[in-house]
């Protein structure tokens, strides 16, 4: 029987770790791209182009993780998408930030503030998985496995006064 709780302790938390990494899983390449593909649904606020990729320069690979989503942005965009000006901005340098299209979370980053600032400022925030539009920590999270899917926390996005062109509802899963 000891040897069973210890066992069935020993799951529990290699399950809990496991389940950190998948909500902490680095943005790939095609959710970049779908995340881009969103802004582009984006009808309220219309005058806006930045993008900021956050990053917690405490946190390792979190600055490698930015850098490389700016890439993605940048090798994405194309005279459709010229439109966006993407950045990479410091977590705590965020509050400084006006007039912002959206911000794209890098993984572990603290997603409820960044939402908190999104509604105050009409910005959408996005990141790669669907787990932080489940637990209200994004707007909007894109997954690519096993499926496409765009989660959207449809609550914080009217709350944030931002709206989407027709069309956009049908290709998401509001949590």
Known sequence: MYFTKIALMAC??????????????PASPLEVK???RVLDFIAEPADRTAVAVLYDRERGGSAGEAAAILRSLQDSADPAHAKISPRVVEIRALSAQKGLKAVILTAGLDGAAVTRYGIANQTLVLSAGTACVKER???????????VEIGVNSSAIREGQIRFADGFQLMVKEY
Request: proline content about 4%.
């Open 12 to 25: 529990g938390g290699a399950l809990a770790l496991a389940w950190i990494f998948v909500q902490a899983a």
């Open 137 to 147: 920590r994004c707007m909007v999270g894109v997954t690519t496995v096993p499926d």
């Open 34 to 36: 779908i995340e881009l």
